[in-house]
C-alpha cells in the first residue's frame, strides 16, 4: 500500500471505530498499526503551536502536504459507492 500513515480526527475519529470503517469500505485497506485516531487533533494542535519548536516543524510540514480534492474526479463517487460494502 502506498498509505504510509492514516490519521482520522474530529467527532468522527472520536465515535467510529477504524474496523467498522475497513468493513464499509470508508477507508483503504491498511494495515492497522498504520492508522491512528486523534478526537481532538484541533484543541491538541492549537495547545502546541504555542511552542516555537513546533510552530517551525508546523509550517515546515505545510509546505509538504498535498491536498486533494477528491470532488474534481469524475469517476471519484461513482467508484466510491461501488467500493463501500453496504449490502
Known amino acids: 500500500s502506498e498509505i ?7 467527532s468522527f475519529g472520536a465515535r467510529i471505530e ?3 470503517l475497513l468493513e464499509l469500505g ?3 485497506e491498511v494495515e492497522r498499526s498504520r492508522i491512528r485516531s486523534y ?4 484543541g491538541m494542535g492549537a495547545g502546541m503551536m504555542l511552542h ?6 508546523a509550517c515546515q510540514l505545510a509546505e509538504k502536504v ?9 469517476n471519484f463517487m461513482e467508484r466510491f459507492i461501488e467500493n463501500m460494502k453496504l449490502g
Do not use: C, M, R
Not at 504510509?4 to 474530529?10: C, E, V, Y
Not at 516555537?52 to 516543524?57: G, K, L, R, S
Open 39 to 42: 478526537p481532538n487533533s484541533a
Open 18 to 20: 477504524v474496523e467498522d
Open 4 to 10: 504510509k500513515h492514516l490519521t482520522i480526527t474530529g
Open 26 to 28: 470508508v477507508i483503504p
Open 52 to 57: 516555537p519548536e513546533a510552530f517551525e516543524f
Open 66 to 74: 498535498k491536498h486533494i480534492e477528491l470532488n474534481t474526479y469524475q
